[in-house]
């Protein structure tokens, strides 16, 4: 199976096999009631390529399975990093799904308690 035949995570994939990290990095922090700031670094903490041919090329972030936004990043000039402050109750489910030019989608879960 190829890594675009799927929705790749860090349980269905061998990520030391490419040598890169593309699991989507999600950090979380309260700001108020009800609303979090979502970090999210799709770049595995800068050790995934950011060039012309191979790259980040955007992130989108659900909560609950409902998708809210989405990020694009052009290559060598953005690093694959940004930020999203959400309403939220809690407890809920922050998917973040990334998609590299070169080994497609790449998917990420937490859950936020607040």
Not at 60 to 74: H, N
Request: hydrophobic fraction near 35%; include cysteine; proline fraction near 4%.
């Amino acid at each position: 199976m190829s890594l675009f035949d799927q929705v790749n995570t860090k349980e269905n994939s061998n990520e030391d096999a490419l040598k890169e990290k593309h699991v989507p990095i999600i950090s979380v922090s309260k700001i108020g009631d009800n609303k979090c700031r979502v970090k999210v670094d799709a770049g595995g903490g800068g050790k995934h390529p950011n060039e012309m041919d191979h790259f980040i090329q955007w992130v989108e972030i659900q909560i609950d399975d409902l998708y809210v936004g989405r990020t694009e990043f052009s290559a060598g000039i953005m690093d694959p990093f940004t930020e999203f402050v959400i309403n939220c109750k809690t407890p809920c489910s922050i998917s973040v799904l990334s998609r590299c030019n070169k080994h497609g989608l790449w998917l990420n879960k937490v859950t936020y308690k607040g």
